[in-house]
């Protein structure tokens, strides 16, 4: 008999150690100035792109569907939840000192509660927008999600004209959101991502998820319904953008419509792309490094020369795309994530077994 292994949220012990672990390091370097607090941020930028481009692959590397209305999600969840905690952080306050930690119990709630609502603000609308572009497919499907980005783009443009929220000052850019994001919180919202992403994909719903883009006709034939589960994979792509918008405006208190223009929605495709279509482990690799090639450079590079980044980038890209073109992991999964074997099982017909030259018959 198989002994059952101790588990939480789908999880072994192992990975968890493991999670902790690798915050407890990265949290002691920030402590101990290591790690400086630039780098920090950076490095928090990782998580909330790595939650973003989870979304997308489920949505492209595991459905199938061309999009590039991930950023459109990602700035809803961002200026949603900023004006929640605009309007009201400020008026809730419940400090704790449990004498190793002191923070404030009222803001955590509410920007808990801003960035839930974020993301399923950006589920709710992803929903709508899917119902009628979902029965377009491939370059068609691409076009009006591209659409759709730069709608809310135009939207947030002018968010104190057209649309009645004048503390977002449209061009001009929203000031004033508190700055609640912290290292415990972007990790901690990643791996709960991908915890939830991978029970998803190793689920009777995951297989019909993938079905669709394996082969959507023999999808329908088995009699999966094929449009039931893009848009599944459409919903949750859009909470994963909402929650990491929400992560992202809080991290640097300022949001601008310029962070969201349609040319940005190119860049967890990129990160998508270049972990490997298909491969949780690879877009988390791919998202961190991203956030630290691009800011890496910049420190390393010579003072006025850190243009530069901007065309070693796309070369080093090009390079392992040209190399690698399944990407940098393919369909690689690490630990846990690894896709669940099932046992083989024999069955017996019934036939007798036919003698050969040299056997005899059992």
Not at 25 to 51: E, H, P
Not at 283 to 300: K, N, P, Q, Y
Request: aromatic share 14%; charged share 15%.
């Amino acid at each position: 008999m198989k002994k059952r292994r101790l588990e939480f949220l789908g999880a072994s012990w192992l990975f968890w150690v493991g999670a902790i672990g690798v915050y407890a390091v990265v949290q002691v370097l920030f402590s101990t100035n290591v790690i400086t607090d630039y780098m920090k941020t950076v490095i928090q930028l990782g998580c909330v792109m790595a939650i973003v481009s989870l979304g997308l692959n489920l949505i492209y590397g595991f459905n199938g569907q061309f999009s590039l209305g991930q950023w459109g999600f990602y700035a809803i969840g961002a200026y949603a939840s900023a004006d929640i905690t605009y309007r009201y952080a400020a008026k809730v306050s419940i400090p704790l000192d449990l004498g190793f930690a002191t923070f404030d119990a009222g803001k955590i709630a509410i920007f808990l509660v801003a960035i839930a609502f974020g993301a399923l603000l950006a589920g709710v609308i992803a929903y709508l927008f899917g119902l009628p572009v979902l029965k377009m497919g491939g370059d068609y499907f691409g076009i009006a999600t591209l659409g759709f980005t730069i709608v809310v783009k135009v939207l947030a443009d002018n968010t104190d004209t057209i649309l009645p929220f004048p503390e977002m000052k449209g061009a001009r850019g929203m000031v004033g959101i508190p700055r609640l994001t912290t290292w415990f919180w972007s990790f901690f919202l990643l791996v709960l991502c991908i915890i939830i992403l991978r029970n998803i994909l190793h689920s009777s719903t995951g297989r019909a998820i993938v079905s669709v883009r394996e082969n959507e006709i023999a999808a329908k034939a088995m009699g999966i319904d094929t449009v039931k589960y893009k848009t599944l994979s459409f919903v949750i792509g859009g909470i994963y953008a909402g929650l990491a918008g929400g992560i992202y405006a809080h991290l640097y208190a300022f949001l601008h419509p310029s962070l969201f223009h349609f040319i940005k929605s190119f860049d967890p495709m990129i990160i998508v792309v270049f972990g490997g279509l298909g491969s949780i482990t690879g877009t988390v690799v791919a998202a961190f490094a991203w956030a630290l090639s691009l800011e890496g450079l910049r420190i390393i590079l010579p003072s006025g020369a850190e243009a530069w980044r901007y065309i070693i980038y796309p070369v080093a890209l090009l390079l392992i795309m040209l190399l690698r073109p399944q990407g940098l992991l393919g369909g690689i999964e690490w630990g846990f994530l690894k896709p669940i074997e099932w046992p083989r099982r024999k069955f017996d017909t019934g036939a007798p077994k036919v003698e050969t030259a040299g056997q005899e018959a059992v």
